[in-house]
Structures are given as structure tokens and as C-alpha cells.
């Protein structure tokens, strides 16, 4: 038989097939109509021996688009956009990058451990909707799965949970990371959901930039990157996937710069808590519960936000036989309540870190910065709630090398010799030798800045030996600590008040 007679021939048949299959639809009974349905469906699996299965963008009553979904389209959009040939753009949602994902109709194949899957992206329109119905018609879009039924085990289960998982952690890694914050004095009304407000992480801060020690920043880098994959191994030792860091050092030594380096290293979003603006432990609670997983939770100047660095027992204050030292100094703390109004107490701040912490599960750090760590409550910081201490320090040569290549594109310079020697003998913080390398006209030139850098540093070398030589400043500290007047400034309303009162005792006297 020729091919275009097989052709024919099939064709007939097939227009046969259809005019039987559409009289049999209006003329049979329902009950022969399923019975033929049935067993068509049985003879077309026995010859088409393929699986398949589709993940719509929306389920049922269209308001939350379909994780699944989601997934998929982010696992197919990595994977398989280089052999597609038909394909959509779409502006990345911080408008930098272009996504590119299948277009529809599009069909690609996916390899898995040898075995071969097809994907298809479709749509069709939505069912005839009520004339009543709020909603227009709209496309409902989907993917469809088409695999060989010899694989369906090996595909629903082990396929599709690595589809899952990748396309989740690379929905995790696009997207558009947050800076959230709870505002202080801002009563939450009733129907918004959340205690926190956000808005777009950008800071350009890496470890790169970072100006301290190689080997310190490695280390760190390990542990952050440890953590982040440590999933399992965190579930098998019963323990919360949590790490808390506590950072501390003076002003100016990169707190605050780290814990944005930390937030980009492991694409985490950053909650900003303040402290002062808390309200009581329940509310405390309720912002913590509300954070989600892959993120850092930072309370900066912890010394300052709550009267964390008391002593845990005040003379005078006695253990009743069922109270123990956390109680009496949250018990001492809502006593002596300061001008900001929170009720927060450091055992409802260790309780949290403790209890509902634990439980809320999730990739999560917790970040502490202090200028003081030496005030700070050892119950807050002992190993277990705050895992690693990181001190940041005064500028060594190592740190002004990176802040010289970030600032001025200089890898060396006949003036670095002398810097090193001055960074060696001065305390200067890495603000302020980024603050000196900073161009202040366009004609500044490298040597120039350099020049500045060391003007500097001759500077607070002198002032230094002065201070040194003069015994002002131990008296001046004396006396205020003596009259109490740090203890009263810190107890006024304002953002940071122990804390400035401490900055002014360090830089001004
Ligand atoms: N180690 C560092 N590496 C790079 N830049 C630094 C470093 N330390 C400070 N800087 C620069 O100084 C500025 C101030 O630093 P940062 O705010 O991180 O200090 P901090 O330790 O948080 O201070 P504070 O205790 O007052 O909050 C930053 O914007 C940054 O440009
Ligand atoms: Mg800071």
C-alpha cells in the first residue's frame, strides 16, 4: 500500500470513529454512553502507555495561586529555558532582570536519572461563568507532566519532590528580598495582619567589603554557609534551626554592615526589631511568631533597648522559693519601666529565645549588636541562645587593604608602609578610615585621600598619648557613674539613651 492510500485510510477511519463516537453521545442512554466511555479509555491507556499530570495555576476558587505551580514554573524556568524554543519575558520583580520562562504550548523534555519527561505549558479558558459572577473569564493556565507508566513510582515520588524542592529554593533565591520593621508607638489596627511593615532589602554590603581579618571573615562565612545547609542535620538532633550571633565592638566597627553582608551571603530577609517599641512580652511573641523562615531577626544595641545590663539579683531582691533569677529580673524590669513605654522583659526576650522560638521551626538567625558586651545579661548570651560572639574591632592593616582596593581601587602604595605602621599604633574604627578615604572633591586623587587617611591618624595618635597622659577622663567617668548619671539618662525616653551617654563618655571627653 502506498503512503498516501495509508494515510487515506486512516483518516476514513478515524472520521468513522468520531461520527459513530458523536451519534452514540446523543442518541445512546447514559448508562451504555459510560460503558463505551470506560472501555475506550481502557483500550487507548493499553496503546498509550504514558502518565500524566497537571498542576493548575489556580485551585478552585482562583484567590491563591497554587504553590505547586509556582514551583514548577520557577524549576522549569531554570532548567529547562535553554532548550525551549519558544519562550516568554518577564521583568524580574526588582525590575533588574529579565525572567525568561516557557511560553505556552511549549513542550520541553527533562532528564531525571535517565529517564525522560516531557513538559508542556497550556492554558485554556475558564469555563462559562454566571452571569452574575464578579470575576471575568480568565485563562487558567497549567503545566502538564507526560511520563512513561513504567516510571510512575520513581516520578511521584522522587521527581516530583526534587521538582518541588528545587523550584521552592529558587522562588526563595529571586525573590525580592525585605527589610521589615515594627514602628514604634503605631497602634496595629485590627484587621491588618501583620505587626510588621517592609520594604525592599537592597544594601550593596558583601563580606567582600568587609574590613577585618581574612581568616575571622572566613570563618564566619563557614558558619553562616554550615548553617544554612545544616536542614538535617538540625532535625536529627532535635534541636530548632536556629543560630544566634551576638556582635559586638565599638561604633563604627561594622556591626550593622555584617549583619547586611550576613542577609546577602544567605539571601535572607532581614527583621529589624526595636525593642523600645514593643509593647509587652505578648506582643513581643506575636511579632517573633510572625517572621518567616530564612531570616535574620536583629536587635541592635541590645544594652540600650531593654535594662538588660543590670545585675540579675539586686541586693535586697530574695529568690521566693518558686521564682527563679529570670523572673526577678523581668519582676525588677517592668518596675522600673523606663520613659519608652515596653513592658519587655529579659525574661520574656530568654523565654522566646527558648520556647516559641523552638517551635516555630524555619531557617532562622538571630542577631544581637552591643557596644557593651560586657553589660549585657550572661543568661541572654551564654552559648546555646547566642551560639557565636563576633568582635568587631579597630582597623588593622588587613581591614584598611580592603577599605584602600573598595574605596580607591589600590592594591598597594608607596604611602601604605606608613599606614601600617600608624594603624598598628592608633585605634581607629573602619568608619572612620572610610570616612578619610572618601574623595571630598573630584580632584581628590588616590594619594591625596591617602594623605587625608594619615593626616588622621596623626591626629588621633596625639590626641591618644594626650589622653593617656591625663587623668580627666577616668574622674570624668567616676563621678558620672558615682552621681548616676548614666544610669538616669538611660532611663529617659529617646532611641538610644545609655548608649549615647556611653558613645559620649568614649569620643568626647
Ligand atoms: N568592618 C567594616 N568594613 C567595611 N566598612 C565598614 C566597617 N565598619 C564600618 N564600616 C563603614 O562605616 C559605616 C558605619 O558602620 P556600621 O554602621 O556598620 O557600624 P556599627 O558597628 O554598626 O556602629 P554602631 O555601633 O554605632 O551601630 C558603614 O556604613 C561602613 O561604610
Ligand atoms: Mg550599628
Redesign the pocket.
Known sequence: MKMSEMWTTMGSTLASFMFLWTIMRQYCPYGVQRFFEKYTHRITSYFYPYVRISFHEYMGDRLKRSEAYAAVEAYLSANTSKSAKRLKAEMGKDSSNLVLTMDEYERVTDDYEGIKVWWVSSKVMSATRSPMSYYPEQEKRFYKLTFHNKYRDMITESYLEHVMREGKEIRLRNRQRKLYTNSPGYKWPSYKQTMWSHIVFEHPATFD????EPEKKREIIEDLVTFSKSKDFYARIGKAWKRGYLLY??????????IAAMANLLAYDVYDLELTAVKDNTELRKLLIETTSKSIIVI??IDCSLDLTGQRKKKGDKLSDDENEKDVVGRKEVKEEGGSGSKVTLSGLLNFIDGIWSACGGERLIVF?T?YVEKLDPALIRRGRMDKHIQ?SYCTFD?FK??AN?YLKLETHPLFDTIKRLVGEVKI???DV?ENLMPKSPLDDPHKCLSNLIEALEEASKTQELRQSSPIKEEHEEILQQNGTIKENGDLPGDKPIHQCQRWLVNDT
Open positions: 567589603t568587609m574590613a577585618m565592638g565599638p561604633p563604627g566597627t561594622g556591626k550593622s554592615t555584617m541592635e544595641d549588636t557596644n568587631l581591614g580592603v577599605l573598595n574604627t573602619p568608619a572610610a
